[in-house]
């Protein structure tokens, strides 16, 4: 099982939670987070005046998928979140060494 943390654009989650559906995740969860990348954040206009906004608004995903499905789910979520703009974000694996579902006990491949 891999865990897959994803940081997107929060304007392309709608999409990528669809395509991930599509894909067979049955769930996910989201977190609002403020961030920076290469971009070092950017500046707005407000009333006339020039701010900097070091912190950039994003949404990270968190899911785990059976190893089998992983490239199926990351190539949909890089092809649905992609703007090829600069700050389209990141995804991450990491291994789920174990994974349990508390409502019935069930472990691992079962528990998802």
Known sequence: MKLIKAVIRPSKLDEVRDALSEK?????MTT??????????????YRG???????V????IETVVLDEKLETVLD???ETARTEAIGDGKVFVLDVQQAMRIRTG?????AL
């Open 24 to 28: 067979g995740v049955l769930g996910l």
């Open 76 to 78: 949909a979520l890089a």
């Open 106 to 110: 069930e472990v691992d491949d079962d």
């Open 32 to 45: 609002e987070i403020k961030g920076y990348g290469r971009q070092s954040g950017h500046t707005e206009m």
């Open 49 to 55: 005046s020039e701010y900097t906004v070091d912190f």
């Open 57 to 60: 608004s994003k949404v990270e």
